[in-house]
Structures are given as structure tokens and as C-alpha cells.
DNA sequence: TATTGTTATACTCTATAACTATA
DNA sequence: TATAGTTATAGAGTATAACAATA
């Protein structure tokens, strides 16, 4: 059934993602930040948690290590005093930059052999799938 | 791109697990024991370590956590006094049974909209990526 | 009074290493 | 000597609640 496959690849890319994430020494909740600083800019811990859908303590965990491994850097605000600034050091920009190539060649490796066709098709249920997802897990609860 | 959408309804899935777990006072791990054991009967913690692909010390608190909420029982091995056999409980036999008709009526929600045409290509491309996901991260160290 | 980020506390998943009981 | 499972220890991610500084 399809849907035990879909799950199946769900659970290989996460265990590849954990894998070759830390062969980098990140982890996947922090590159999950990091994309977001790289996308977004500076963001406040607050813009973070919203972001992330977690609780701002969970973001101060994740920046402090994030820090210390040298991708990120907290800077004061400017006309806030109580907000910190979450900024990518040019290192961890670097990092990021290298994985949106990464993203992009491991598509091709992954979908290549696929027709323009195919791929239309996989994408479009993809998407598909993706916005039922919501509708139908609003309704879940009677199982 | 295809592949910003398969990362995208790969976290979607798995928060939506999460979240529809959290309900029923399980956890993504705990449940990928349970599903073990409702597939292949009662199990030794080092056969569930290598099915899982955890440390058996992992497998310990798992357990320990099945066992508290009713859904698994430890039993001495009939010959090897070392294992312990992990079976399911009444209780944990009936809400893997549940899970496995929760997943029936959401694979039905998700993809019953699409033709069977258009199952079987999705069905067909996933596998397709699923087999080349491991060829590709075999290579993916030289990013 | 409300918001930002922190400290305090706790639970789950995960790993390695040392140890006990058995094989 | 090798194997099954445990205790000991540690780190990451997550949560709630209480608190300080600032708005």
C-alpha cells in the first residue's frame, strides 16, 4: 500500500538526514534553525520558536549550542533590549550554502533517471497528499 | 522542486505521528517496538536492538516504558535464562490493531481522492527514490 | 500589564562503557 | 570466552513553570 511506503521513506530520510547531519556535527533541530536564519535573516529567539513551532527555552538550548559550534552569534537589538538577534557567523552561512547544493545534488541523483513526466506527477501528488494531510488529521481524533 | 516537497511532507508526517501518538500516550519510538512485536510475536530485547537498529541498553528503557503503561509484559525465556521475551499485552495487542486500522482509513483519506492510475505511478516513483536513496548517500560523503 | 529570554526541573531517546548472570 | 540485559553516565531535544529585565 502506498501509504507504507510513503511512511517507510519518511523514516529513511530522517535516519539519513541524522546521519549525514552529523558527520557535520549539526543535528537535524539545528539545521532546522539554521535554514531558517539563512532564509529569514537575523530573527529574534521569539521569531525562532514561532517559526520552529517549539517553546522559546527549547530555541535558547538550540542557540547556545549552535553558538558554540560556531554557526550562530547572538547580537543585542537594536532598539529592543529585552530581544537578542540570531545571526548565521560567516561559517555557518558557508555551512548552509553548502547544503542548499547538497539539496539540489541530491535531487538530481535521486530523481534523475525520472522523465520531466514523472516528476511532474510525483510532485503533484506530492502535493496533494501534503494538503489533505492537514484536513484529514483535523479529523483523526475519532480513531 | 520535488524534493523541497518530500522534505516537507516528510516532517508534516512526522509530526502529525507525533502529535496523533501523544493522544494516545505513546511515542514514535515506543511504537516502532510495538508495531516489532505485533508483527513478529514475542521478541528477546537483543532481537527488537537489531530490528530497531538501537543499543540494547535503548531497547531497556523502552521496555521499561511499554511496561509501565500496560501495552508490553517481560517474560523469562523457556530456555535461555539470560533473554527476557517481550510480548504485548491485551491491551497493547488492541491498540496495535487499532493503529493498523488507523492507518488503513488515513491512507484512504490521503490518497483516495487519486485514480488508480495515478496511485500506482506515485506508489511506483516512491520505491523508485527508496532504492536509490541508498546508492546515493553511499556517495553523499563528498559534499 | 505584557513580552523576551533565562533558570529550574523533568521526561524521552540515544550512545558508550562497565558489570552480572548465564551460556 | 561470548552473549543478554542491566547499571552508570552523558548529551540532545522537548515541555512547563517561575522569574528578571524591559516594554
Redesign the interface.
Known sequence: ??????????V???D?MT??LR?EGLTVARTHLLWALHQRGPCTQRALADEL?VTPRNITGLVDGLTETGHTRREPHPTDRRSTLVTLTPTGALVMK?MA???L???T???G??SPA??E???G??????A??R???AT??E?
Not at 5 to 10: A, G, I, N, S, V
Open positions: 500500500m502506498a501509504l507504507d511506503r510513503l511512511l517507510e521513506l519518511t529513511l530520510l530522517n539519513d546521519n549525514a558527520r513551532n553548502g547544493r547538497g539539496r545534488s541530491l535531487a541523483r535521486l530523481f533517471e525520472l514523472e516528476l506527477a510525483f510532485a501528488t506530492a502535493a496533494h497528499v501534503s489533505r494531510l484536513d484529514a488529521l483523526e481524533d480513531r
